[in-house]
């Protein structure tokens, strides 16, 4: 190989390991605190989808892109990664759509395989970030999603029903939003039910 070639590729290893490496989450950063945003579980195995505020080292919001995502491998030793461009575009990644009431701050989108619920980041009442949705006049201020994948394949996989956990904000109850892709209730509407904190743990 000659001199040349060698560097070329050399060149081309270094700028991908670079490339790459800025899109690894460090494992350190893998914890529920206030840049925690909520997180997804599935049927499938203990894996999450994590979803947290993305800030620099100053702690300022990047207005631009303001949500991380990742997997935590919880089956590889907590190990991160990020999405795969295809789980980016058509499963879990998020597509920002217009805040019509263009309010400050404050920034709605919907994910790239559902596109029939919107959630709306903003701060909330203790003046920290938080992911919301609105149901049946009911406002959520949400923690985590759990997914039930009963079979299928990988670009059709059938999903049962995905429940929504978080809080009502208006009267501090703990909520769970049950969404039924296929089936939904007698009046047409998503299933909520109240519970209580024991319930939820």
């Not at 800030?55 to 207005?63: A, C, P, R, Y």
């Not at 009911?138 to 995905?162: C, L, M, T, V």
Request: aromatic fraction near 14%; charged fraction near 25%.
């Amino acid at each position: 190989m000659g001199i040349k070639k060698y560097k070329r590729v050399w060149l081309m290893a270094l700028i991908s390991w670079l490339v790459f490496s800025a899109f690894i989450v460090p494992e350190n950063t893998v914890k529920q605190d206030n840049q925690t945003l909520f997180t997804i579980a599935r049927s499938k195995d203990a894996n999450e989808i994590w979803y947290t505020l993305n800030v620099n080292n100053k702690g300022d919001l990047n207005e631009v892109n303001p949500v991380n995502i990742f997997w935590l491998k919880k089956t590889e030793n907590n190990s991160t990664e990020p999405l795969t461009w295809i789980q980016s575009e058509y499963a879990y990644g998020i597509k920002f759509i217009e805040n019509e009431q263009n309010l400050k701050d404050t920034w709605n989108f919907q994910f790239a395989s559902y596109n029939k619920h919107t959630f709306e980041l903003r701060k909330n009442s203790e003046n920290q970030y938080k992911v919301f949705t609105k149901t049946e006049g009911k406002e959520i201020e949400i923690n985590r999603i759990f997914i039930q994948i009963d079979g299928g394949s990988f670009w059709f996989p059938k999903i049962s029903y995905a429940k929504i956990f978080g809080k009502d904000t208006q009267t501090n109850y703990n909520i769970v939003e049950t969404i039924t892709p296929d089936k939904l209730t007698e009046d047409g509407k998503n299933h909520i039910s109240y519970l209580s904190q024991v319930e939820l743990k």
